[in-house]
C-alpha cells in the first residue's frame, strides 16, 4: 500500500513528430512566436539609450533562449502570444530580462510566463505572477534562495511510507534547493517584505524544525503498536474487517518491537493507494476509517514518543542538507508569512530547481 506520483504521457493511438519548423493547430507556428516576442521587445526599445541597447538587446536574447523551447515543449502554449494579458506580461519580462545581470533570471522569467499560460485563468494567481515578474530582478540571490527554502517546508512532503527512504527524498529536494549559502539575521526577511513576498513579525518564532516535522511527519515520528499487545491484536482484527493483510503494519525503525502504518502522516490515509495483483486504486472510505482507528491505537507513552522524536531527529541530521536547514530554520529571529507573491516565485523558482516537484499553483 503506498501513494503513486501522476505523470503525463501519450496515448496509444498519439502521433509524435519531429520536424525543424513545428507547426500548431492554433496556427502559431515557432517562427510567429519569436516574430511576437521580437515584436513586443521593439516597444520597449525606446525606452534605452543607444549606451544600453547592446547590453539590454544580449539580455532579452537570453530571454528569448531559454522562452521559446521550453513554448514549444508545452502543447498549445503557442497560442498564448496571441493573447493580450500574455503580450503585456512578456513586455514586463522583457524588461525584467533587460535590467538583470542574473542568468537564473532568465529561466525564473520563462518558468513564471509558463505559469501564467497554465495557471492564469485565476485572477488571484495572475496577479500574484504578475507582481512576481515585476521584481524578479529585484530579490536577491539568497534572499530568493532562502525565500524558496520556507515555502518548501511549509509546501512538499515525500509520498513514500518508509521513513528512512522518505528522509533520503526530503533530503535531496533541499540539496537542490539551497544552491545558496542561506542568509542569517532579519536583513533577508525585511527584504522581502519589502518587495511584498514575505509579511514579517517580530512577535512569534517559527516553529523550531524537530518539533515542525515531528508533528508534520507524524506517520513516520510515531511509536506505533506494540506487537502482541492488545492494541496490535485489535488492530489485526480491524484489518481483516476490510480484507487487509497484517502485513501492512510495518517494523518502526525507530522503535523495536513496534509496528505502524507506512505513512507519512496520518492526514494522508484518505488519498492512499491500495496495490493487490488485479488493480491499483484510492482507497476506500470504509478503508480509510479503519486506518485511522488503527493510528488511534498508537502507543502515547512521552518516553517512547521521545525516544522516537530523537531518533527521528538523529536520522535527519543524518543528512547534510536537512541539518543545514535545521541549524538555519531554527536560528530564524521572527515570524514569516508568505504572500501570494512570494508563494508564486517561490514555487516556480523550486520547479526551475528541480523540474520533478508537483504542481501546486
Known sequence: MKNSRQIQKAGNDAQQIQANTVIFNNGITEERTREIFSEMFELERVNYTQEAIQTVQERVNKLEKSLIPRIESIEGASASFSDPKFQFLLRSAQKAAAS????????????????????????????????????????????????????????????????????????????????????????????????????????????????????????????GIKIGSENYLKAVELLKSVRFQESILNPNVFLKDYVRIPIVSKEMIGGMIVHNNIESRKITREEAAVLNDIFELYDTDNQQLAQVKAEFMKLWDSYDSLRRLREWWDAIPCSVQITQVGNVLAHTNAKRCDPQIPDLI
Open 100 to 223: 538583470s545581470e542574473n542568468e537564473n533570471d532568465y529561466d525564473l522569467l520563462t518558468e513564471l510566463l509558463v505559469c501564467h499560460i497554465q495557471k492564469g485563468e485565476n485572477r488571484k494567481t495572475r496577479a500574484g505572477i504578475s507582481h512576481a515578474i515585476e521584481i524578479v530582478d529585484e530579490i536577491d540571490n539568497d534572499a530568493l534562495c532562502a525565500l524558496t527554502v520556507v515555502h518548501a517546508v511549509n509546501a512538499y512532503s515525500p509520498i513514500i511510507g518508509d521513513p528512512v527512504e522518505g528522509m533520503k527524498v526530503i533530503a535531496g529536494l533541499f540539496e537542490r534547493l539551497e544552491y545558496e549559502k542561506l542568509p542569517n539575521g532579519s536583513e533577508w526577511i525585511d527584504h522581502l517584505d519589502v518587495l511584498g513576498a514575505v509579511r514579517m513579525s517580530s512577535f512569534g518564532h517559527m516553529k523550531r524544525i524537530n518539533l515542525y516535522y515531528s508533528e508534520k511527519f507524524n506517520g513516520y515520528a510515531c511509536a
